[in-house]
């Protein structure tokens, strides 16, 4: 069984940087992608970032958070990470881990079948 657990969310000035968190438990295979969706307050869930667990430069950035966030993996600690730099007040939003559930690092939220509760970011001055 896949345990997904975000942590590192909270209040961010705008302009200012956030890293979160998650740690997986269970099975994570190289063939895996793991990834970063947000969902704002009243809006649909997007895609943020996704990563190949294993070897290689798998990854894909949403448009709008491209030259600002950074995605990247302790395979050691089976923990994914998320570096928010230069925080919009659009960044805002509950921020959700995801596994894929097959050889998948897509921008595809339906190719991830396990996810974590979420964690909420805010962005105020």
């Known amino acids: 069984q896949v345990q997904l657990v975000e942590s590192g969310g909270g209040l961010v000035q705008p302009g200012g940087s956030l890293r979160l968190s998650c740690v997986a438990t269970?099975?994570?295979?190289?063939?895996?992608?793991m990834a970063w969706f947000r969902k704002p307050l009243g809006k649909e869930r997007e895609f943020v970032a996704s990563?190949?667990?294993?070897?290689?430069?798998?990854?894909f950035y949403g448009d709008s958070v491209k030259g600002r966030f950074t995605i990247a993996r302790d395979k050691a600690q089976k923990t994914m990470y998320l570096q928010m730099t230069n925080v919009r007040p659009e960044d805002a939003a509950v921020y959700y881990c995801?596994?894929?559930?097959?050889?998948?690092?897509?921008?595809?939220?339906?190719?991830?079948?396990?996810w974590g509760q979420g964690t909420q970011v805010s962005v105020a001055s």
């Open positions: 995801a596994r894929s559930s097959g050889a998948s690092w897509s921008t595809n939220e339906r190719e991830y079948g396990y």
């Open positions: 990563i190949r667990w294993g070897a290689g430069n798998g990854i």
């Open positions: 269970g099975s994570i295979f190289s063939s895996h992608g």
